[in-house]
Nanobody, 116 residues
Framework: QVQVAESGGGLVQAGGSLRLACAASGSIFRSILIIKWYRQAPGKQRELVASITSGGTTNYADSVKGRYTISKDNVENTVYLQMNRLKPEDTAVYYC?????????WGQGTQVTVSS
């Protein structure tokens, strides 16, 4: 079964850091074209936060540029989202999304809460 699973969420004070992980089952990781991190705050639409392609090209939403870093570990089959200088408005459920040639897979999300 093809799966991705997020981990690393939690409660942190404003200005703090968290690192999220998106682990993909080994059978699909090599065929993934792009992995994206989305987030959804209560009452708001899901928004794209960051992405990384199989070739390592990264993109970020303007709201997180300079604070978030996306990276991947091809040995661990994992994509990371390092989040620094967190703000209360970063509070949301963060979702990992993996796209292959014929499949789009979503994780179940991990909660990030930033207190002021």
């Amino acid at each position: 079964q093809v799966q991705v699973a997020e981990s690393g969420g939690g409660l942190v004070q404003a200005g703090g850091s968290l690192r999220l992980a998106c682990a993909a089952s080994g059978s699909i990781f090599r065929s993934i074209l792009i992995i994206k991190w989305y987030r959804q705050a209560p009452g708001k639409q899901r928004e794209l936060v960051a992405s990384i392609t199989s070739g390592g090209t990264t993109n970020y939403a303007d709201s997180v540029k300079g604070r978030y870093t996306i990276s991947k570990d091809n040995v661990e089959n994992t994509v990371y989202l390092q989040m620094n200088r967190l703000k209360p408005e970063d509070t949301a459920v963060y979702y990992c999304n993996a796209v292959t040639a014929g499949l789009v897979v979503w994780g179940q999300g991990t909660q990030v809460t930033v207190s002021s």
